[in-house]
């Protein structure tokens, strides 16, 4: 098995310490980050930083202004993007990520666009909760999840 080339892509994120902390996540398995903004957020300020603490500066980070530009410039194979959203019909566990694969989530309030997803629902997967009285989890501890998840075949 090739070494994992794994990419987490935040669209449009708004809280700085989610950002920070998937960003942190990210440096610890060696998994680059991709950001496409608006921001609801300065990258300059403290808060990412601080969220990231001593580790931000290791992020392997890639910056885009708009998934169209982002989709230009990597041209990701369909089959290796994965979009995570709370409603989405799959379990994030049911698919055999790729090691080169996109991992891809929304805002934190909205979610991925409609535009975005159009097309796409095949490609979309959710954690799965047993309680519904919880409407959704917390941002850094879904991306984590998938994360470890993508890359579970590389650990022993």
């Not at 909205?110 to 959710?126: A, K, N, P, V, Y």
Request: contains cysteine; charged residues 20%; negative net charge.
């Amino acid at each position: 098995m090739s070494a994992p080339n794994i990419k987490v892509v935040l669209v449009e994120p708004e809280i700085p310490h989610n950002t920070g902390s998937i960003g942190r996540t990210c440096v610890a398995l060696g998994v680059e980050l991709i950001l496409i903004r608006p921001y609801g957020f300065s990258l300059d300020t403290k808060t990412v930083q601080r969220a990231g603490t001593r580790y931000w500066q290791f992020v392997d980070l890639s910056e885009y202004d708009t998934w169209q530009d982002f989709l230009a410039a990597r041209q990701p194979e369909r089959n290796k993007l994965f979009f995570f959203e709370e409603d989405g019909a799959q379990s994030f566990y049911a698919p055999d990520y790729p090691n080169d694969a996109y991992l891809v989530f929304g805002r934190e309030s909205t979610g991925l666009s409609s535009e975005i997803l159009s097309d796409m629902q095949d490609r979309l997967f959710h954690v799965p909760m047993t309680n519904d009285k919880v409407k959704s989890l917390n941002l850094s501890n879904v991306a984590t999840a998938v994360i470890y998840q993508a890359l579970r075949g590389h650990f022993s």
